[in-house]
């Protein structure tokens, strides 16, 4: 009896086992392939739910039905024009048919394997088969720099592209997406996350903003030279003008004063003799202050008005 019991504990253990064996959950994020000996058996699983396989003999491989990362390593590419660059891109991609995934890479390890030598392979095809300036922009924007310094005749323009970054991607894509189809794998997005120059191209980048800085400074140099002569320019012909002016309305205004001092002069030596006789005598004595000094000496007519006067001084 007591055989028949453990007899029958080691089943119900045995098929409790089993059944825990043979049942598998398979959430919304997974899709599962059943191998046998390593060998796919079966239709891949791929929608939700508990399943079931054989116990011991059948195994569940579990594969991510979400979006997943690749993320490349950077390399050293040589563009169209032969300078090298550093290129770091990244894509996103999904396993698309888990069965086709499982019998060429495997898992995830192997797949980003796989897409290492796929994608760098067309990233290395695509550079090489453009200029530089074709994968740095996306598009024939106008210059910033120009419209700020007012560069309207095209000097400042950038350099017209073809294709441009974004292009370029979708063409690395197109020619890498059939490729990995392949392999089970959809690619969803590739991306040029970086773009760094090696030392060379670097130095002749950085002498050509110098350069077009100072070709922009230039011109504002030789813009504020020119405002600055015409300034002056202006200045000094309304200095000029007030010059002329002021002269023209002081020699009016001397006129005036000359014409009324003589009228003044003319009433008052009209008014009598002794009038006469004494405006006769300032002018005579202002002749004498402007003609003579300490130094000279002065030889008189004894008919002469200087000598009338002197006469006239010392005999009082």
């Known amino acids: 009896?007591?055989?028949?019991?453990?007899?029958?504990?080691?089943?119900?253990?045995?098929?409790?086992?089993?059944?825990?064996?043979?049942?598998?959950?398979?959430?919304?994020?997974?899709?599962?392939?059943?191998?046998?000996?390593?060998?796919?058996?079966?239709?891949?699983?791929?929608?939700?739910?508990?399943?079931?396989?054989?116990?011991?003999?059948?195994h569940a491989n579990y594969f991510d039905k979400r979006f997943?990362?690749?993320?490349?390593?950077?390399?050293?590419?040589?563009t169209k024009e032969k300078r090298f660059i550093w290129v770091d891109t990244y894509a996103r991609w999904r396993i698309k048919d888990p069965l086709l995934f499982f019998q060429r890479?495997?898992?995830?390890?192997?797949?980003?394997?796989?897409?290492?030598?796929?994608l760098d392979g067309e990233t290395r095809n695509a550079i090489a088969k453009h200029d530089l300036v074709?994968?740095?922009?996306?598009?024939?924007?106008?210059?910033?720099?120009?419209?700020?310094?007012?560069?309207?005749?095209?000097?400042?323009?950038?350099?017209?592209?073809?294709?441009?970054?974004?292009?370029?991607?979708?063409?690395?894509?197109?020619?890498?997406?059939p490729r990995t189809l392949e392999l089970g794998i959809e690619l969803l997005d590739i991306?040029?996350?970086?773009?760094?120059?090696?030392?060379?191209?670097?130095?002749?980048?950085?002498?050509?903003?110098?350069?077009?800085?100072?070709?922009?400074?230039?011109?504002?140099?030789?813009?504020?030279?020119?405002?600055?002569?015409?300034?002056?320019?202006?200045?000094?012909?309304?200095?000029?003008?007030?010059?002329?002016?002021a002269y023209r309305i002081a020699q009016e205004l001397k006129g005036k004063a000359d014409a009324e001092a003589s009228s003044i002069y003319a009433k008052a030596y009209n008014q009598n003799r002794d009038s006469r006789e004494f405006y006769a005598f300032i002018k005579t004595m202002e002749s004498y202050k402007s003609t003579l000094s300490e130094k000279d000496w002065l030889v008189l007519s004894t008919k002469s008005d200087y000598f009338k006067y002197l006469q006239k001084q010392s005999s009082k």
């Open 134 to 177: 074709e994968i740095v922009r996306s598009t024939n924007r106008e210059s910033a720099i120009a419209d700020e310094v007012g560069l309207k005749d095209g000097s400042g323009a950038l350099q017209t592209i073809k294709y441009g970054r974004d292009k370029i991607t979708k063409e690395i894509l197109t020619a890498a997406a």
């Open 1 to 58: 009896m007591m055989n028949k019991v453990l007899a029958l504990l080691v089943i119900v253990a045995l098929s409790a086992l089993g059944l825990y064996n043979s049942a598998f959950v398979v959430t919304e994020r997974e899709q599962v392939v059943i191998t046998q000996m390593g060998k796919p058996v079966r239709d891949p699983i791929i929608t939700p739910g508990i399943h079931f396989k054989v116990p011991f003999i059948e």
């Open 191 to 245: 991306r040029l996350k970086r773009i760094n120059y090696v030392q060379e191209v670097q130095r002749k980048i950085f002498e050509r903003m110098i350069t077009e800085r100072k070709r922009i400074a230039d011109k504002f140099r030789s813009e504020g030279q020119g405002a600055a002569s015409k300034i002056l320019g202006d200045k000094g012909r309304e200095l000029k003008k007030i010059e002329s002016e």
């Open 68 to 78: 997943l990362e690749w993320d490349g390593s950077p390399n050293q590419i040589q």
């Open 105 to 118: 890479v495997r898992d995830e390890r192997g797949a980003q394997s796989r897409l290492d030598d796929i």
